[in-house]
Every structure is written in C-alpha cells, then in structure tokens.
C-alpha cells in the first residue's frame, strides 16, 4: 500500500523556521521525481519544491526561492522541505507528491500557520 506520511508543520512566528518530512513507503521512492504542493483555502493548489529522483535537480516556485530547500534521503525514502524567514503568506496545507510520468501519489498534508 502506497504511503506518503506529512509532519513536522505547526504554528511559527514570522522570520522563524520548520521543517517538513514525508516519509513514503508502498512504492520504489527513488524512482519518483518529489515535490512539494501547498494549498490555502479558497486558492488553487500551488507547486512549491521539486527535486529529481537522485536529487541532483531542484526547482522552486519565484515566492520561496532562497528561503525554502528541498533535499532527500533515498536511504530513509524520506523527502524534506526546510523552510526558513517564514511569512504569513505561506500560511498553507503542506503536501508531498510523488510523480513519474505515468502516476502521482499524494499525502494527507500538515498545516503550517505564520502568525504572530
């Protein structure tokens, strides 16, 4: 059965920092392509982080670059998403995604609150 399990999300003041971990099973997680999603509500779904299966490669959307790193461990089959000078603005629902072409497997999410 294929998992993607969120956490590490919370309440953090302005300027502070979080980490996201997804820890995936059920699937050849090497093989996947991960990404990050957030979504807040009323908003469409927006991608955050991406990183290639070895992860040699990241992207990331114009509103988090050089505040958020994407980074993962094949060994642990875990992807994180280390977010630094949070704003209220990123105040989403936190969602990995793993993706080949043919296929794309979600997780439940965590919730990250920016708020003093």
């Known amino acids: 059965q294929v998992q993607l399990v969120e956490s590490g999300g919370g309440l953090v003041q302005p300027g502070g920092s979080l980490r996201l971990s997804c820890a995936a099973s059920?699937?050849?997680?090497?093989?996947?392509?991960m990404n990050w999603y957030r979504q807040d509500p009323g908003k469409e779904r927006e991608l955050v982080a991406t990183?290639?299966?070895?992860?040699?490669?990241?992207n990331y959307a114009d509103s988090v670059k050089g505040r958020f790193t994407i980074f993962r461990d094949n060994a642990k089959n875990t992807v994180y998403l280390q977010m630094n000078s949070l704003k209220p603005e990123d105040t989403a629902v936190y969602y990995c995604?793993?993706?080949?072409?043919?296929?794309?497997?979600w997780g439940q999410g965590t919730q990250v609150t920016v708020s003093s």
């Open positions: 995604n793993a993706a080949t072409r043919f296929v794309s497997y």
């Open positions: 059920g699937f050849t997680f090497s093989s996947y392509a």
């Open positions: 990183i290639t299966r070895a992860g040699g490669s990241t």
